[in-house]
C-alpha cells in the first residue's frame, strides 16, 4: 500500500518540476494547470454545471477568485487521496 503512495507522489513531483528545474515560474505555472484540471471537473461535477464558467481548456481566462476555488480543490484531491492511501497506522514502524 505505501509502494502506491510513494509512486503517486512521485508522479506528481515528476509532473510539476520534471523538465523545468530550472525556471520558477515555468514550474509554478505547471501546478496550478494541474490544479486547474484536476479542479475544474469536480466542482463543475458538484455544481451540477454552473460553476465555473470558465471552460476547462481556458484557465488563464478564469476570475481570480473562480480560478482560486478551483485549483484549492484540484490541490485537495490529490492530497485527499494520497492521505487515504496512506497507511497510518504503521506510521514510523520498522
Not at 502506491?4 to 515528476?14: E, L, N
Request: net charge neutral; with cysteine.
Amino acid at each position: 500500500m505505501d509502494v502506491r503512495c510513494y509512486y503517486i507522489a512521485q508522479g506528481f513531483v515528476i509532473a510539476g518540476f520534471g523538465y523545468s528545474f530550472s525556471r520558477l515560474n515555468s514550474r509554478i505555472q505547471v501546478i496550478v494547470n494541474l490544479a486547474w484540471y484536476f479542479g475544474w471537473p469536480i466542482c463543475r461535477a458538484l455544481s451540477i454545471g454552473h460553476f465555473p464558467k470558465t471552460e476547462i481548456g481556458n484557465g488563464d481566462n478564469a476570475s481570480l477568485t473562480e480560478a482560486i476555488l478551483v485549483c484549492l480543490v484540484g490541490l485537495a484531491v490529490p492530497f485527499t487521496i494520497a492521505v487515504l492511501l496512506a497507511p497510518w497506522e504503521n506510521f514510523g514502524a520498522s
